[in-house]
């Protein structure tokens, strides 16, 4: 595995991001031409409304699945970077730290870390400024 940075941080998932994605699209797509060929050939609609609304309950259900992952792993995040905080200096983070800034310090190491806090707090640092910042990237490779 090649070390993690800036540039490569990010991460996408082919089967999540381009295969489910692809084929809820064309579910979408394929139920919505049944629906009009149905409706153009005087046929009962109920099928193809109940397959339409089944393909956007599912894409719906795709963004909320990532979203409520993504929402539990940065609560755990905003945790183990107030207690490291609290390790290095005996306080809890500034509250006014956002958790998009406490997810992005994630990356910083110790030796970095505190100042970083106080300087992102202080600057009110955008998360893309916080990881631009570090010098030395700590990799999360956890992170889904």
């Known amino acids: 595995m090649t070390e993690q940075n ?5 991460r996408l998932t082919l ?17 919505i ?8 050939g005087g046929g009962e609609l109920l ?12 894409f719906i259900l795709m963004f909320l699945a990532r979203g409520f992952a993504l929402k539990a792993q940065d609560r755990a995040i905003r945790a183990e970077e107030n207690l490291r905080y609290f390790a290095n200096t005996g306080n809890l983070l500034d509250p006014s730290l956002t958790v998009k800034q406490i997810v992005a310090l994630r990356f910083a190491p110790n030796n970095e870390f505190v100042d970083l806090v106080e300087r992102a707090v202080k600057e009110k640092l955008a998360a893309k400024d ?7 990237w700590r990799g999360d490779n956890y992170r889904v």
């Open 130 to 136: 916080i990881k631009q910042a570090i010098q030395n």
């Open 33 to 40: 031409i049944f629906l009009n060929k149905t409706n153009n």
């Open 6 to 10: 800036y540039r490569n941080h990010s």
């Open 47 to 58: 099928l193809p409304i109940i397959l339409l609304i089944l393909s956007l309950a599912l």
């Open 15 to 31: 089967p999540y991001h381009g295969v489910l994605f692809m084929l809820v699209l064309a579910a979408i797509a394929c139920s």
